[in-house]
């Protein structure tokens, strides 16, 4: 049954049965609720989707969100949360109370910020405490010592690099927490689009290591949370 239209003239242009089957019980099935990749669906399937979750107050979020697709959501869901640099909407806005343990996000440098914000966002949207470390890459091995207590405290470190992808294995030598590397897209022609960063943290030497697809930080953070939910009290 397509959703019920918003008040004034639009309409869906076909019945969201024609294109998503939404997972409601996902939140029971598993305890954390799902999200919406938008990034290749179209202005219209986005705001079907919204009405469908917002009649229903599922707890969402929203994920690679366009400019376009962020400007249709905030009509649907006016008090959604979004944040353009992490390309994602969170629904409701106010995060559940924090649970579990500490996730610490931590990426080499401001190129690699957008994707650990959506980890770090997508963890706190799914009930975990998190605090940011921004710009300790390698290049300045001081940098990461300096939040050595903090990133020895978390419960579990996700790590966003670009160019060489060595920082996760620097971090994971470091502290006890299991460590969720992130590769991204970052870095000059050799880097391949991240491909040279993801090899390098395949084969980091430093155990421990958890490693997501590349500039997946959606999936960097849904880790985290699941894994720090699990955290002794």
Not at 66 to 91: C, G, I, K, M, N
Not at 113 to 126: G, I, K, M, N, P
């Amino acid at each position: 049954m397509a959703p019920e239209p918003l008040a004034g003239s639009w309409t869906p242009a076909e019945p969201l049965a024609a294109f998503a089957d939404l997972d409601h019980d996902r939140a029971a099935r598993r305890g954390l609720a799902e999200a919406v990749l938008c990034e290749p669906k179209t202005v219209e399937q986005v705001r079907a989707i919204a009405v469908d979750l917002r009649e229903r107050g599922a707890r969402t979020l929203f994920t690679r969100v366009t400019a376009e697709q962020a400007d249709a959501l905030a009509e649907v869901l006016p008090d959604a949360a979004s944040d353009r640099l992490a390309r994602l909407v969170a629904w409701p806005a106010q995060p559940p109370p924090a649970t579990g343990g500490l996730v610490v996000v931590a990426c080499a440098g401001t190129s690699d910020l957008s994707v650990a914000r959506e980890a770090a966002l997508t963890a706190r949207h799914l009930g975990r405490e998190v605090v940011e470390v921004v710009d300790v890459g390698v290049a300045g091995l001081h940098r990461v010592l300096g939040h050595l207590d903090l990133l020895r405290s978390a419960q579990v470190v996700v790590v966003a690099a670009g160019m060489d992808g060595a920082l996760p294995s620097v971090v994971a030598g470091l502290v006890e927490a299991p460590v969720v590397a992130v590769p991204t897209s970052v870095g000059y022609g050799a880097a391949f689009g991240g491909v040279a960063p993801l090899l390098t943290m395949l084969s980091s030497c430093a155990p421990g290591v958890a490693v997501v697809n590349i500039d997946n930080g959606y999936g960097a953070g849904h880790l985290a949370a699941q894994i720090a939910r699990y955290a002794p009290a």
